[in-house]
């Protein structure tokens, strides 16, 4: 697994990852999770007192490169997203078509 880009926000981290075939989404997910809390509970020992057990949610969302959405709007999305998540929304970004149909059913109402 290589890592192309990460982005941290305040409540979330956007990563660009390189996943060979043989590896699940959900493993390298996994790995990663699991890496970094180690690194921050390592770093800052303090944190385990608020986490209550767990750094991270159990959940995450994935979303692959093809169908419509290259490497370069993934790129330019992570490298850009403190300035762009105020006027668009991921959906919006990586999904224009269903983003297109819900404004669509906004504006009929």
Same mark, same amino acid.
């Given at each position: 697994m290589e890592m192309l880009a990460i982005e941290v926000a305040e409540?979330?981290?956007?990563? %660009? =990852?390189?996943?060979?075939?043989?590896?699940?989404?959900?493993?390298?997910v996994g790995k990663f999770k699991n890496l970094s809390a180690r690194f921050l509970t390592q770093r800052y020992p303090h944190l385990r007192r608020y986490l209550l057990g767990a750094v991270w949610s159990p959940s995450y969302f994935a979303r692959t490169i093809g169908e419509g959405v290259t490497a370069e709007? =993934?790129?330019? %999305?992570?490298?850009?997203?403190?300035?762009?998540?105020?006027?668009?929304?991921?959906?919006a970004e990586f999904f224009p078509k269903?983003?297109?149909g819900k404004r669509r059913a906004r504006n009929k109402t």
């Open positions: 409540d979330h981290v956007h990563l %660009y =990852v390189e996943i060979p075939p043989q590896q699940s989404v959900g493993s390298a709007t =993934v790129l330019k %999305y992570i490298e850009t997203h403190d300035e762009h998540a105020a006027r668009v929304s991921a959906q269903v983003a297109a």
